[in-house]
């Protein structure tokens, strides 16, 4: 027993905050950050208007549409997030609410931003064991509202966003390899009632370091090549991060795509909305072989290879 992605979703705030803005409120310059990060601009949430749960719902809304379903088909939600509005109750069952699947059952996972990932390979575990038929994952995230506008080190990197997929049992397999490093976790920190802190340098090189080595496992795991692999959809942290995994996996950057230019690092909402970006625009089609792959606070990380 396997899974496959039936549908995806996405849902971007309409503000949309260049790097030319944020060059009127700190010292940095278009220039710098393209060359370190790769990124342009990024949508930022907006007074009440826009929340973890309204985008959340908005991309849930489109994947399960795209999915051909309806709210009541869907047996659990979980949504990934690292930056809910309230401690209690979860956004899963908010967007529960929202949605109208009363019949769902729902929580939340913090993994940053391997969370989405993360979340999906809790789906496949339920599915595969028979527990659930149709799950809806969801990565939804306002870093905005976490960060400190005035660092320059990391103000720079986040937007906001939030993905979606349904998912359901079929013959296809998932394969995933997890992990975490307690230990370097005072790299990426957020505490209660404060905002973001960040090693860059460390980050980068965890980056670097663990993911060519977890996607390789993966792909030992599933009996699989590198080269067989179609594409490589990795979390939207930077561009160099991206560079450079590509190198260290010796594939060429072609078979990784990226929005990260427009959208910056949206935690765990990046890799469903590329996904869903790429499915949208038949970038992605069926039969071929994915990569995802996810890194970030906690450390987290993970990668998982399925044949879309
Ligand atoms: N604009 C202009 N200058 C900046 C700047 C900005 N936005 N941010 C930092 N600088 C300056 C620093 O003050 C420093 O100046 P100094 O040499 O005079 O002290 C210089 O640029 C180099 O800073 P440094 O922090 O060493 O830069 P870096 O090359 O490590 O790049 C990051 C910084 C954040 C882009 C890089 O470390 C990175 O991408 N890390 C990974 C972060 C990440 O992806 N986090 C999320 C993971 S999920």
């Given at each position: 027993m396997g899974i496959k992605i039936l549908g995806t979703g996405s849902a971007l705030p309409e503000k949309v905050v260049t790097n030319f803005d944020l060059m009127k409120t700190m010292d940095t310059s278009d220039e710098w950050i393209r060359e370190r990060t790769g990124i342009g601009a990024r949508h930022v949430v907006t007074g009440s208007f826009d929340t973890e749960t309204t985008l959340g719902t908005n991309a849930a809304r489109r994947a399960i549409e795209a999915a051909g379903l309806?709210?009541?088909?869907?047996?659990l939600i979980l949504v990934a997030t690292?930056?809910?509005?309230?401690?209690?109750?979860?956004v899963a069952c908010k967007i529960q609410a929202a949605l109208g699947a009363g019949q769902a059952a729902a929580f939340d996972i913090n993994a940053a931003c391997a969370g989405f990932l993360i979340g999906l390979s809790v789906a496949e575990g339920y599915l595969s064991s028979g527990a659930f038929a149709n799950v809806l994952v969801v990565g939804t995230e306002t870093v905005s509202k976490i960060i400190d506008w005035s660092d320059r080190g990391s103000a720079i990197l986040f937007g906001d966003g939030a993905g979606a997929c349904v998912v359901t049992r079929s013959d296809s397999a998932f394969t995933f390899a997890l992990g975490a490093d307690g230990e370097g976790g005072d790299a990426l920190r957020c505490s209660h009632n404060s905002t973001v802190t960040m090693d860059g340098q460390a980050v980068y090189r965890f980056a670097t370091r663990t993911v060519p080595k977890v996607i390789n496992e993966v792909l030992a795991k599933a009996g699989m090549k590198a080269s067989e692999v179609d594409k490589y959809v990795l979390h939207q942290a930077n561009m160099r991060i991206i560079g450079s995994i590509a190198k260290g996996l010796k594939e060429p950057i072609e078979k990784f795509p990226t929005n990260i230019e427009n959208v910056g690092n949206m935690s765990s909402a990046s890799i469903p909305v590329l996904l869903d970006e790429l499915v949208r625009d038949g970038k992605i089609v069926a039969g071929e072989k994915i990569v995802l792959a996810g890194f970030g606070a906690g450390l987290t990380y993970g990668a998982c290879v399925m044949e879309y």
């Open positions: 309806l709210a009541c088909d869907i047996d690292c930056t809910a509005d309230d401690r209690l109750p979860c």
